[in-house]
């Protein structure tokens, strides 16, 4: 293969140096001459870049003296020394070569050839060589075709918050080899005209863009990426778009689109979004040339129904923040590869059917007016999220057949009656939330699986064995705001996997009992938000993790404190302890393992 000029020496123009044993050595090729020649300092330092310049801070000596003391030090060595001793010179030149190079004020350059600058006025110079340039947070109001002339090698261009207003025409049309462009949060009224054809990633979110045209996408043939959110884009025709036949995702969030004129010609789109925005009903044909559509956003709109003429490629679909009213699950029957449906926040007053949806395995329909659980769910479910609903009890035949069911969520409903043993058959639960209802005892047979259980802020009085008994993978428990005043601790014994327990907000009796429970808890090394004491009366607004008083006037129980002098230590390690515990209070979502 032919070789780079600034290359170090490769098997065609040098032998690899010879070994040398004892007092005999191989001759090396070539002569002390030819090696450290004097005529000039690339005939010195064979190998360097033509017009190289070894800089005389670096090296104070005159370029003759290094030769001569260097060549008077080989001259005692052997021949084969010599080459090598040559050979460490050259590649130490070599590098301050590419070392010299002067990183524009402002900025941090890397060996990637990526340039990165903040708070600057202009694009920087001087760096001819970068292949990245990221500038943030500056103040470069208007860019023309000079200010990016010197960087024609640049693959992504990334001018983030930089007060940008104008772009003149044709600016970053010599960047034939860009591929990325983002020009996110700046004060753009118009896409840049005349971009260059090579461009696969364009990002212009949160500008003031209030229009788009057909030409301002010409030639963007190998566009897989687009995305316009947060401007001020109104209407969208459907023939706009159609110069991008290759986009893949497209982006319009949160403009102020009122409506939508189709088809969408784009064949090859898989990700579209048109949340937060203003649409209330999209043309039959609007969706029916999107074959490849997977993910498809239109949340945040005021839609009253579902769209029809869905394509059966969807995966994902999110309707939340809407005003849909009912689901005709029937007219869905063909999206048969769709996994995610998102329905939260809408006015759902039931739902029924959605078993023909076969491959479901998210259904979020959280925040509706639900007065009960979704009949005929889909069997592959895995997440279901009714939570605050209007949902006042919870029955076997509600989660028939949910045998992958992972994770429940009832919590902010009405729900007072929880039937015995209703998800004994959801042999994959992991995580079940009934935070906030109406609920007075913890409900019984409950799969043990269960790795997270959250029952805070209903009117539980009592923590019984036998309601605990078997959920051996429990590792968070969360009893908070409930009406619990005492705890036995055979009931602890029974989740020996407990990580984190919750108990603060419950009126508690600080007896010599819950400090048994305190010091098995301990022992267990069981994270604790334990609460303050609602009695006795000198107790009364003490946490019963680390009340002196309460050590103290059961020093001689069977708590093992035998003295007072225990009893201040322990005191005092507790009280570090109900810090830190309650720095957390509010931070209480554990992962589970």
């Not at 040398?20 to 090729?29: I, P, R, Y």
């Not at 005939?43 to 003391?69: A, E, M, R, W, Y």
């Amino acid at each position: 293969m032919p070789q780079d000029a600034g290359d170090p020496p490769g098997p065609t123009t040098c032998r690899k140096p010879r070994v040398c044993h004892g007092a005999q050595s191989l001759e090396a090729e070539g002569t002390e001459e030819q090696l450290f020649g004097q005529s000039s300092q690339t005939d010195q330092f064979p190998g360097l870049p033509p017009g190289f310049v070894v800089d005389d801070d670096i090296f104070p000596k005159s370029h003759d003296n290094i030769v001569k003391t260097v060549s008077e030090s080989v001259l005692q060595k052997s021949l084969c020394k010599k080459r090598m001793l040559g050979f460490y010179f050259w590649c130490l030149l070599f590098h301050l070569h590419n070392c010299l190079g002067v990183c524009p004020r402002r900025c941090s350059c890397d060996a990637a050839r990526s340039v990165q600058c903040y708070r600057i006025t202009e694009v920087p110079a001087g760096i001819s060589i970068a292949t990245r340039l990221y500038v943030s947070h500056s103040k470069i109001k208007h860019l023309q075709v000079s200010d990016v002339s010197g960087i024609a090698g640049l693959e992504e261009l990334i001018l983030f918050s930089s007060g940008i207003e104008v772009i003149e025409n044709s600016t970053f049309r010599a960047l034939s080899t860009l591929k990325t462009l983002e020009l996110q949060k700046n004060k753009l009224t118009q896409i840049p005209g005349s971009l260059p054809s090579n461009l696969e990633v364009l990002k212009l979110g949160d500008n003031t863009i209030r229009s788009i045209y057909q030409s301002d996408f010409e030639g963007l043939q190998k566009l897989r990426v687009l995305e316009i959110q947060n401007n001020m884009i109104t209407i969208l025709p459907s023939n706009i778009l159609s110069p991008l036949f290759n986009l893949q995702s497209l982006n319009l969030d949160s403009n102020s689109l009122e409506s939508v004129i189709g088809p969408l010609q784009l064949l090859h789109l898989k990700h579209l979004s048109l949340a937060n925005n203003r649409l209330h009903v999209f043309p039959g044909n609007y969706f029916a040339p999107l074959q490849h559509l997977q993910f498809l956003s239109l949340a945040g709109n005021l839609l009253t129904k579902v769209p029809q003429g869905l394509p059966r490629s969807l995966l994902s679909l999110n309707l939340e923040r809407n005003h849909i009213k009912n689901v005709r699950f029937g007219d869905m029957r063909h999206l048969e590869n769709l996994i995610e449906l998102f329905l939260s926040a809408n006015q759902l007053s039931s739902m029924d059917g959605a078993q023909v949806l076969s491959n479901i395995t998210i259904l979020e329909v959280a925040r509706n007016r639900l007065k009960a659980i979704p009949l005929r769910l889909p069997s592959k479910l895995q997440k279901l999220d009714c939570s605050n609903n209007l949902i006042p009890k919870a029955t076997e035949p509600d989660f028939q057949g949910l045998h992958d069911l992972k994770h429940l969520f009832l919590d902010n409903n009405v729900v007072s009656f929880f039937e015995d043993g209703a998800l004994q058959k959801c042999v994959q639960l992991s995580n079940l939330a009934l935070e906030q209802n109406l609920l007075t005892a913890i409900p019984l047979r409950l799969p043990d699986t269960l790795a997270r259980l959250d029952l805070k802020g209903n009117s539980i009085e009592d923590i019984r064995e036998q309601e605990l008994k078997g959920l051996n993978q429990l590792q968070v428990l969360n009893l908070r705001n409930n009406k619990i005043s005492a705890i036995d601790g055979k009931v602890l014994e029974c989740l020996p996997r407990l990580q984190h327990l919750y108990l603060d907000g419950n009126p508690w009796n600080c007896t010599c009992d819950l400090l048994r429970v305190k010091k098995l808890l301990k022992k267990k090394g069981t994270d604790v938000q334990s609460g303050q004491c609602m009695e006795p009366e000198e107790s009364h607004g003490e946490s019963w993790m680390s009340s002196r008083k309460i050590l103290q006037h059961c020093k001689d129980s069977p708590y093992p404190t035998d003295n007072e002098k225990e009893v201040s230590q322990s005191a005092k390690l507790d009280e570090k302890i109900g810090t830190k515990i309650q720095m957390d209070d509010d931070d209480y979502d554990y992962e589970i393992d």
